[in-house]
């Protein structure tokens, strides 16, 4: 019950915060449709649906309950958050190669999967994002700083790239 | 004129098949298109443009029939990896996502990529033949469409959406995705809004990573909520069974397909700027209201995969329309194509069919053929994926390190910018808990990909009337399409209420 309020609660306190940004754009004098109105537009819709569903669901007493996430279920839904995150702030610096390798790893251990079979599916993926985007569709992937830097290029080398 | 053209039609399929390279590229092109739409991450205006590179060196027609095939090839991709790991290859499968990844978990993948296959291509041909002979004609229609008649066309789509399963919250997802696609620079005036400083935010949040972030990563949060090892029967196929739907399902499924999803595909296609995304999400949503059981669309109902395959390759085809004769793309794919004719030396525009008619009608015959291409060429990338998908729905960790790479890798080489690779988190970490209190995913992404299209127009219209707002109903053709709507919205209503109310009598 306190779920669905608080996200209809959330969502209506948010859009208001992006109205109240939205009136503070600068107005463009020569323009009849400023770049605040459309936002504006649609984040008063937001509201309004959510300020209805909310006293909707007060007035009938009639609320949505999701089921239950056992506690290793949640452990391993924040734990993947925090792996995205991990991944996303060391993709640049330890270089894209490296940081599969490392983190795909640990991250499939902490899925209860065997320490060899962790390590060469991480391999995998390493080799896979090398041959698919800098060698197959010649797209550049971030190759690291320092060390890690030169550990990919060299190993970028074999492949030609 | 009519003579003129059939036998200019006629020279155009002599040129295309009794050339070795351009059937040589019009094979090759097909079958990166479908390894690249099949692949998690890269969509059908991506491989193209990879693609535009290494046809320079081509003859202008040999370049834009590979092109055109990939685009059309990669459509068509983008549903298997929608059907197989909910990762809509492309916007144009969203739709395609919603039953074909039921129908995945139901144990039907390859029912349900039989169908997107088969009907893909009854909407790719039957958009081309339509493309081939009626282009100069279609042009002259597709003219008469001016801001506020693309706004009315896309207030439909929103209006469809409020009619979406889940009611007012169905409303409030679709109106997120609008507003997420507000962040980043104003078009017209070039002001940041809602970027709080970031530069790297200044473009906006990219496509993939919304698309990845509404559909990937939260079926992958949901997946690892529960156990890690799933008993996956392996399914069996015959080859039958892969190539065509039932006879029963044909017949059942054909006013759907033929009377909604055809027409609409064809309509919104010759549109220039709205896309094939918007003909799927209209039909799926006209089709379900014309069902006899809507509320089972969305739960893994092969028609919820035959209607926007239909519509989305239809419109697709379509699209070639306002690029070729008008010199206006449909599309992002079809920009592309655009700028590839302009690098060749061809102008684009109606003078096309006249002046360099063995071109216009070569590549008019081409994209025809590309859909047999795609067809023939289909089964073998579709039972690599199945059996792909198969091991990895077997064993979830495996399964989320494959859909994370995807998500990582797919939204970083877009712009080569981490704030992509977190957009995805971010957007995924919003969609998973809001789905987990019922919002459907599916209208924020729909609303995503129209939002920008809807604010052009709205503007764009208001600035043309110097801000008279009557300037959005004062036009037949708007009139009309805000009728049909109606029409569309209420009748079904009141028909499911007479039944119901004539069913409780029976009780």
């Known amino acids: 019950m306190i779920g669905e309020i608080i996200i209809f609660l959330s969502l209506i306190l948010v859009s208001s915060y992006f109205l109240y940004l939205a009136f503070q754009l600068p107005k463009v004098p020569w323009l009849f449709i400023g770049s605040e109105v459309w936002p504006s537009i649609l984040l ?5 649906a959510c300020i209805m569903a909310l006293v909707y669901r007060i007035v009938k007493k009639n609320y949505y309950v999701p089921p239950r996430i056992e506690r290793d279920g949640m452990f391993r839904v924040l734990g993947t958050a925090i792996f995205i995150s991990v991944y996303a702030l060391t993709f640049e610096y330890l ?3 490296i940081s599969t390798l490392i983190l795909f790893s640990i991250y499939l251990k902490v899925l209860k999967v065997k320490m060899v079979t962790s390590v060469f599916l991480a391999l995998f993926f390493a080799l896979l994002a090398t ?14 700083h320092g060390p890690f830097n030169e550990f990919t290029s060299y190993l970028l080398s074999l492949f030609g790239r | 004129m009519m003579d003129y053209h059939l036998a200019n039609i006629a020279q155009a399929f002599i ?23 099949a692949t998690p991450g890269i969509t059908s205006v991506a491989i193209t443009a990879i693609l535009l590179p290494f046809t320079l060196w081509l003859p202008p027609e040999t370049a834009i029939i590979a092109l055109i095939a990939a685009y059309t090839s990669a459509v068509y991709g983008g549903s298997v990896s929608a059907v197989l790991f909910r990762i809509p290859g492309s916007t144009e499968n969203i739709m395609t996502a919603l039953d074909g990844y039921e129908l995945t978990k139901k144990g039907r993948s390859g029912e349900a990529l039989m169908l997107s296959r088969f009907y893909s291509f009854i909407g790719g041909f039957m958009g081309g033949i339509i493309v081939v ?15 506020s008649e693309m706004f009315a066309l ?18 409030v997802s679709a109106l997120l995705g609008f507003f997420l696609a507000t962040i980043g620079s104003d078009p017209t005036t070039g002001m940041y809004r809602f970027t709080f400083g970031l530069t790297a935010l200044g473009g906006g949040f990219d496509l993939v990573a919304v698309l990845l972030g509404i559909f990937a990563l939260p079926e992958i949060l ?17 080859l039958r069974e892969l190539m065509f739907p039932g006879k029963s399902f044909f017949i059942r499924s054909a006013p759907l397909v033929f009377l909604i999803a055809l027409p609409i595909g064809w309509l919104i296609g010759f549109l220039p700027g709205i896309g094939a995304s918007t003909a799927a999400v209209v039909a799926y949503i006209m089709a379900r209201r014309f069902s006899k059981e809507p509320q089972k669309w969305g739960t893994g109902v092969p028609e919820g995969i035959a ?13 070639l329309v306002p690029t070729l004769a008008l010199g206006i793309p449909g599309g992002a794919a079809t920009a592309i194509i655009l700028g590839a004719l302009m690098i060749h030396g061809v102008i684009p525009g109606a003078w096309i069919f006249r002046y360099r008619a063995q071109l216009g009608y070569a590549v008019l015959v081409g994209a025809l053929l590309s859909n047999l291409m795609f067809y023939l060429l289909a089964p073998a990338v579709v039972y690599m994926f199945l059996r792909i998908g198969e091991f990895l729905r077997r064993n979830i960790p495996y399964l989320a390190v494959a859909v994370i790479f995807f998500s990582v890798f797919g939204a970083y080489v877009i712009r080569n910018s981490v704030i992509d690779i977190m957009a995805v988190l971010f957007i995924g970490l919003i969609s998973y808990v809001l789905g987990r209190y019922k919002f459907p995913a599916a209208p924020m992404a729909i609303g995503f990909v129209l939002g920008p299209l809807a604010e052009k127009y709205f503007r764009r219209a208001l600035d043309i009337a110097f801000g008279d707002p009557a300037v959005f109903i004062t036009s037949p053709i708007s009139q009309f399409i805000y009728v049909a709507t109606a029409i569309a919205i209420v009748l079904p209503t009141l028909y499911s209420r007479k039944k119901a109310k004539a069913s409780k009598a029976v009780e």
């Open chain 2, 222 to 238: 949901r997946l690892l909520e529960g156990r890690l090892k799933v008993e996956v029967v392996r399914e069996k196929y015959k």
């Open chain 2, 133 to 147: 002979f009626f282009t100069p004609v279609l042009a002259d229609v597709a003219i008469m469409f001016g801001p």
């Open chain 1, 131 to 144: 041959i698919m985007f800098p060698v197959g569709l010649l797209i550049p992937l971030p190759r690291g």
């Open chain 1, 95 to 97: 270089g894209y190669f």
């Open chain 2, 154 to 171: 896309i207030f439909m789509a929103i209006s469809f959406l409020a009619t979406f399963e889940g009611g007012v919250k169905a409303v």
């Open chain 1, 44 to 48: 008063s819709g937001i509201i309004i």
């Open chain 2, 307 to 319: 209607v926007p395959e239909t519509a989305n390759n239809a419109a697709a085809m379509g699209t």
């Open chain 2, 15 to 37: 040129t295309v098949l009794a050339n070795p390279l351009n059937m040589g590229m019009l094979i090759f092109a097909s079958f990166v298109g479908l390894i690249a739409g």
